[in-house]
């Protein structure tokens, strides 16, 4: 590989699991939207305790009934029906905006407020860790990835998933292991990031490249960058988490990402017939060392008031959307006629906006909603 340039590093998935009994009045919310959601086949909002959050129309996998968005910037949840004290039946998936955006404590802390806020008690050092993956993101235009350079445990499956370039026989993506166990993903993340039009990171780049001088904010991205995953599924996570809690996952996750490092590493292929005896590529030197502080200092981007605009932009068209359906359903079971659903809209919007004054002390609460979109400053 040639000459690379470090960009930033941090956690990138994950997954939790809580006990707790979710109040009954909350999953009977979530029951109502979801059947509403299945029926629309469109996801519908609901507020709970002052907590907006988006109900899709199926559960998950795992026995899961119920599905819960809470943004861009925020988890995944997953609530199993009627739960007890004292089983795993609530889980989470941070997403990685999040662990992006705010670090791994904050973005944890935010978890254990939701739950808090729609009135589960629990236990937030016994929360229970399924996975982790952490980023390693990189400038190297000119990298030509080989699969033959990673060498791997004996013990490690090895499953390669190549995507080539239109333009030739490029490898642009590589995974190399198997969860629940260890794994290691390498692949061209500007590639993603305009094959999935993902204004996020693409704002998440652009204010790291300026923040080192390098671009100015409101030019394209470069090519080139690429990102390194090490994913630890829940066996890996137990040979140093036992038990998998929380605060004992927070004091051993550097040795439990050095370990996939060594099992699976990249290596500068040389006429050695013994690939073990392959030196390291430079990369993979800095990826390593990078765990003896995981996290500790600004690991986290920091996103410009440029990207925070054009971001709310992108989140509030998606809010309309939303808003738009919500409103077609209601004048649809009131089989309010097309000549009169303008005065229908003006007239439910208008009623809606008397219940939310009357309801709330609309400036600490506007504030308070504006915050948990992860788009505003504090």
């Known amino acids: 590989m040639t000459d690379f340039m470090f960009l930033?590093?941090?956690f990138d998935t994950l997954e939790l699991a809580y006990q707790g009994?979710?109040?009954p009045t909350f999953l009977d919310e979530l029951a109502d939207a979801k059947k509403r959601a299945a029926e629309t086949r469109q996801a519908e909002p609901i507020t709970f305790n002052g907590l907006t959050v988006i109900v899709e129309g199926s559960g998950g996998q795992g026995g899961y009934a119920y599905r819960v968005n809470t943004g861009p910037f925020g988890a995944i949840w997953k609530f199993r029906d009627r739960p007890s004290n004292n089983q795993w039946d609530i889980h989470v998936k941070i997403r990685a905006y999040a662990l992006a955006t705010k670090g791994l404590q904050a973005a944890k802390s935010e978890c254990d407020e939701f739950l808090k806020s729609i009135g589960v008690a629990f236990d937030p050092m016994n929360a229970r860790v399924g996975r982790a993956d952490f980023a390693f993101d990189f400038l190297a235009?000119?990298?030509?990835?080989?699969s033959n350079e990673f060498v791997s445990h004996a013990r490690t499956t090895k499953a390669d998933q190549i995507d080539r370039e239109i333009h030739g026989d490029r490898i642009s993506y590589l995974?190399?292991?198997k969860l629940p166990g260890k794994q290691v993903c390498i692949y061209d993340k500007s590639k993603a990031i305009t094959d999935k039009r993902d204004i996020i990171w693409e704002e998440i780049f652009k204010a790291k490249f300026s923040e080192l001088g390098i671009l100015a904010i409101?030019?394209?991205?470069p090519k080139g960058i690429w990102r390194i995953e090490l994913r630890a599924g829940k066996n890996q996570i137990e040979k140093y988490v036992k038990p998998r809690r929380w605060d004992v996952f927070e004091s051993n996750s550097a040795e439990i990402f050095q370990d996939i490092s060594r099992a699976i590493s990249w290596r500068q292929q040389t006429a050695d017939s013994n690939r073990s005896r392959w030196p390291y590529r430079s990369i993979w030197t800095a990826l390593s060392n990078n765990f003896s502080s995981p996290e500790r200092g600004p690991a986290y981007a920091v996103l410009s008031d440029t990207a925070l605009s054009r971001l709310r932009t992108e989140h509030s068209s998606g809010l309309s959307s939303q808003f738009r359906g919500v409103l077609a359903t209601m004048a649809a079971i009131d089989e309010v006629s097309d000549h009169a659903l303008v005065a229908f809209a003006q007239k439910a919007s208008t009623k809606a906006a008397?219940?939310?004054s009357s309801s709330f002390n609309w400036e600490a609460e506007s504030s308070k909603r504006r915050l948990r979109t992860g788009l505003y400053r504090d």
């Open 8 to 10: 930033r590093s941090g």
């Open 21 to 23: 009994k979710v109040p």
């Open 141 to 146: 235009p000119n990298l030509e990835l080989n």
């Open 175 to 177: 995974r190399i292991g």
């Open 354 to 356: 008397l219940e939310i």
């Open 218 to 221: 409101d030019k394209e991205l």
